[in-house]
């Protein structure tokens, strides 16, 4: 037991309260939670580029940046996708391009541990497109080796196939920002090449064509030779566009991107489409002094994290050091909190909980977003992930939202923000049911986004770019109306219907925004239950041997990011405590009071540290499976007190 542990195991109830001091402590005076986003370095490495690309690169903050990058090389060269992951090619390329910028010299021995993974994975060829694109932006790689993005997809009707409607509102806005950058080819030198990075003549796919034949993981490419030959015509058009045709194409997406900026100067609230919406205004002529271009940069600090000597205990350096967050997550991590301590028995009445309230209900989305060009009668109302961003607000959030509400005002009937509050809920149902897809499940930000020829466009070779129903959304949704009465309306029995349908054979969920089968397992029997399926129905009772069988002997529960790709780490991997949580919250809801769920109890006491929170270093979010995962920091600590405040209530 590692000395920042308890040096004894408390009482599950001085546990709880101890967690509990803890998450209060976090808490902003304005009434909000918000917990650190930990991703990849490929947010500081594109960072430290997009300041280049505009001239606004300054040395002490290169300095800064290029410290937290080498504080995350691994021992064997290499950066990954999360801890614990194996080397990843395309992050540990943009990660040496940084390190170079910063003055790292190729001869420098971690330079050259670096050097030699990518060569032994391919080199530069064998990244993903989005790399490529870096590269090509500073003549390190040609641009006609680049697949085709004509500006003039944006052009396209909502109902024509590949139109920007039918990506996923991350990679929607992604694109259309790229296209106007690809529309320029620009080119900024940069003093250094990569030579050293490439690998001998012949093993890079020849004319550049086979790097990008790779298909989306998990998917059967039944147009990719068609749309690899459309490619083809599309380059041909990008050398010579119809002048009109490119000049209205350029017009257009220049406006759409000027329309979406939101009011923290960012695009989305998340970082793709906030950098290449920088750098395509930039090639459109927009100055750094330009009122949106400054406040797109002074956005950007907002998601920085200064730090010092490893302050947060991330494992950044001794000394000065500087990341960027890929997003934050105050409504999700408020309405988690609230939660968390409504499970411990705080009411609606406690101060801090009076706070939340009234921040949340003055964080309602009450405007029509891009959602509406799939439902447009339907009025709007919601919430999004972000501080600031109302163009996208997403069904998770907005039924953990009302979950949250509807707690604290069941207890709290004085609250001030009371009348607003139920004004605000009664909106949001009505928005959520309107974002039902047609087969009964709930995708997160869009209704009807599953056309999955998207997914093989040769351009698009990293991430997810359709928003289909998922199991976990779809559980919330279906929380979220039983706790309103309507667990036995056509909605929530379609979506019932659909889960229902989701389950995989051995008895758990996929996790779409969680890792993976724990998390989407974790969502789905308390959702079910909640709505009255009973406990003793075959389907309970398979999630429940599935949950027993994954157990750790430890108590514990993990699952590592690899089980998107490999079928044998499904559940398995080191224990974590959000991890542990969410097993034991699906227990809890399937009435257990067995001897898996004391050792899962006893494993989150035993492990709490003294100032009453967890150690997880463990990368339990998901962004894009296969691609992109998320360590919310506060995950560790939101999740285990629901479950310590379920289980010790339900044991007496």
Same mark, same amino acid.
């Given at each position: 037991?590692?000395?920042?542990?308890?040096? *004894?195991?408390?009482?599950?109830?001085?546990?709880?309260?101890?967690?509990?001091?803890?998450?209060?402590?976090?808490?902003?005076?304005?009434? %909000?939670?918000?917990?650190?986003?930990?991703?990849?370095?490929?947010?500081?490495?594109?960072?430290?580029?997009?300041r280049e690309f505009l001239g606004v690169r300054r040395a002490e903050e290169t300095a800064r940046s290029a410290a937290w990058i080498r504080s995350q090389q691994r021992a064997d060269g290499t950066w990954a996708n999360f801890h614990g992951g194996p080397g990843e090619l395309s992050t540990t390329i943009e990660a040496y391009c940084a390190l170079r910028l910063a003055g790292d010299q190729a001869a420098d021995e971690h330079m050259q541990a670096a050097a030699r993974f990518i060569r032994a994975e391919g080199g530069i060829p064998a990244a993903r497109v989005f790399t490529h694109l870096w590269l090509a932006l500073f003549g390190l790689w040609s641009w006609d080796r680049v697949p085709a993005l004509p500006p003039e997809v944006i052009l396209l009707p909502s109902w024509a196939p590949l139109n920007v409607y039918a990506f996923a509102c991350w990679a929607r806005q992604t694109i259309v920002a790229v296209s106007l950058v690809k529309a320029h080819r620009p080119v900024r030198p940069l003093p250094f090449d990569l030579d050293e990075l490439h690998v001998a003549a012949g093993l890079d796919g020849g004319d550049g064509q086979a790097e990008h034949a790779r298909a989306p993981r998990g998917t059967v490419p039944r147009w990719g030779s068609w749309l690899t030959r459309l490619d083809r015509v599309a380059r041909l058009y990008e050398r010579r566009p119809i002048a009109p045709l490119r000049r209205l194409a350029i017009a257009r997406a220049e406006r759409w991107i000027v329309r979406r900026q939101e009011a923290d100067g960012s695009w989305g609230g998340i970082q793709p489409p906030w950098v290449y919406s920088l750098m395509a205004l930039s090639l459109c002529g927009y100055p750094v002094e330009h009122p949106i271009i400054k406040r797109g940069l002074e956005g950007l600090e907002g998601f920085t994290i200064e730090d010092r000597d490893d302050s947060h205990g991330v494992g950044a350096p001794a000394g000065a050091s500087r990341r960027l967050e890929a997003c934050q997550s105050p409504v999700w991590d408020t309405a988690m909190a609230m939660l968390a301590l409504s499970d411990a028995g705080r009411s609606g009445s406690d101060p801090a909980i009076e706070r939340a309230v009234e921040w949340l209900v003055g964080e309602e989305v009450t405007v029509a977003g891009d959602w509406s060009v799939r439902r447009p009668g339907l009025a709007p109302g919601g919430w999004a992930f972000e501080f600031a961003n109302v163009n996208y607000p997403d069904v998770d959030d907005t039924v953990e939202v009302v979950l949250a509400l509807r707690r604290a005002l069941a207890t709290n009937a004085t609250a001030a923000a009371s009348a607003r509050a139920e004004q605000a809920i009664t909106r949001a149902l009505r928005w959520v049911e309107g974002m039902q897809s047609a087969g009964g499940g709930w995708g997160a930000f869009d209704a009807e986004n599953t056309h999955s020829l998207v997914r093989e466009i040769p351009f698009l070779d990293f991430g997810e770019v359709i928003d289909e129903p998922s199991a976990d959304v779809t559980a919330h949704a279906v929380e979220m109306l039983a706790a309103m009465g309507l667990a036995n309306a056509p909605t929530a029995r379609r979506a019932i219907e659909w889960l229902l349908a989701e389950q995989e054979p051995g008895g758990s969920w996929f996790g779409r925004w969680g890792v993976n089968h724990v998390y989407g397992t974790g969502a789905a029997l308390p959702a079910l239950i909640s709505a009255g399926v009973?406990?003793?129905?075959?389907?309970?009772?398979?999630?429940?041997?599935?949950?027993?069988?994954?157990?750790?002997?430890?108590?514990?529960?993990?699952?590592?990011?690899?089980?998107?790709?490999?079928?044998?780490?499904?559940?398995?991997?080191?224990?974590? #405590?959000?991890?542990? #949580?969410? *097993?034991?919250?699906?227990?809890? #809801?399937?009435?257990?009071?067995?001897?898996?769920?004391?050792?899962?109890?006893?494993?989150?006491? #035993?492990?709490?540290?003294?100032?009453?929170?967890?150690?997880?270093?463990?990368?339990?979010?998901?962004? %894009?499976?296969s691609d992109y995962y998320i360590n919310y920091h506060l995950y560790r600590l939101a999740f285990p007190i629901m479950a310590l405040g379920r289980c010790l209530t339900a044991a007496g």
């Open positions: 037991m590692n000395t920042t542990t308890v040096e *004894a195991p408390s009482t599950g109830r001085v546990a709880l309260e101890l967690a509990c001091e803890h998450l209060l402590s976090l808490q902003d005076p304005s009434g %909000f939670w918000r917990g650190e986003l930990q991703t990849n370095v490929t947010m500081d490495a594109e960072d430290m580029l997009l009973d406990r003793s129905e075959e389907c309970i009772r398979r999630a429940v041997r599935w949950l027993e069988q994954h157990q750790n002997a430890d108590g514990g529960w993990g699952e590592d990011p690899r089980s998107y790709d490999d079928p044998e780490w499904i559940g398995r991997g080191p224990s974590t #405590a959000s991890q542990t #949580a969410w *097993a034991l919250l699906a227990l809890h #809801a399937a009435g257990e009071r067995s001897q898996a769920v004391s050792r899962g109890v006893q494993w989150l006491i #035993a492990s709490q540290r003294a100032d009453g929170c967890w150690d997880e270093p463990q990368y339990t979010g998901t962004g %894009f499976p």
